[in-house]
T-cell receptor, first 117, second 109 residues
Framework: GAGVSQSPSNKVTEKGKDVELRCDPI?????LYWYRQSLGQGLEFLIY????????KSGLPSDRFSAERTGGSVSTLTIQRTQQEDSAVYLC???????????????FGEGSWLTVV | AQRVTQPEKLLSVFKGAPVELKCNYS??????LFWYVQYSRQRLQLLLR??SRESIKGFTADLNKGETSFHLKKPFAQEEDSAMYYC???????????FGSGTKLNVKP
């Protein structure tokens, strides 16, 4: 696609329910990131996928959070047993390793706004 | 380890005043530095990158390897510059992006 696509754009869920957020990166981009942005706050790194390498999960806040990337393209972020503090915008981004001005730029999706009630 | 530091969470200036958003980094190789901007209810987008040496919307940033800084500057702030600004670091060698915690710029009329 033309850009990073995320779905759903908005999700309201009840506390304790599981949610899945989807990210479709830019075609051909080898790197994919998930970030969280709470209201008025900065970016919080969650997880990073690069090609076939093992993902960097160092930012996941608890074992309720998991993510996978199938076939090196689409990624799903899953939050189990959601809590109110999980309410935030979840941003996906992708990038392509390339030298010089033509590459190595990270592109963001519009985010999935999650509200846990 | 790679790290990006933006010491100011919030910066308020009056319209027409100069603005400088600070960014310091730590990286032992040859970094690529970027500034990303997020306007209200819009997606994060690239503002400028040091490799391009360009001025975007009146903003410039110079990579100072001696001070490991990449401060963003604009001589005369405009109200439409109000946004969240993120400094980021990457490199061709590892292709992973590291972001600072962001600085919210508020330009008052």
């Amino acid at each position: 696609g033309a850009g990073v696509s995320q779905s759903p754009s908005n999700k309201v869920t009840e506390k304790g329910k599981d949610v899945e957020l989807r990210c479709d990166p830019i075609s051909g981009h080898t790197a994919l990131y998930w970030y969280r942005q709470s209201l008025g706050q900065g970016l919080e790194f969650l997880i990073y996928f690069q090609g076939n390498s093992a993902p960097d999960k160092s930012g996941l806040p608890s074992d309720r959070f998991s993510a996978e990337r199938t076939g090196g393209s689409v990624s799903t972020l899953t939050i189990q047993r959601t809590q109110q503090e999980d309410s935030a915008v979840y941003l996906c981004a992708s990038s392509l390793r390339a030298r010089g001005e033509s590459g190595n730029t990270i592109y963001f999706g519009e985010g999935s706004w999650l509200t846990v009630v | 380890a790679q790290r990006v530091t933006q010491p100011e969470k919030l910066l308020s200036v009056f319209k027409g005043a100069p603005v400088e958003l600070k960014c310091n980094y730590s990286y032992s190789g040859s970094p690529e530095l970027f500034w990303y901007v997020q306007y209200s209810r819009q997606r994060l987008q690239l503002l400028l990158r040091h490799i391009s040496r360009e001025s975007i919307k009146g903003f410039t940033a110079d990579l100072n390897k001696g001070e490991t800084s990449f401060h963003l500057k604009k001589p005369f702030a405009q109200e439409e510059d109000s946004a969240m600004y993120y400094c980021a670091l990457s490199s061709y060698n590892f292709n992973k992006f590291y972001f600072g915690s962001g600085t919210k710029l508020n330009v008052k009329p």
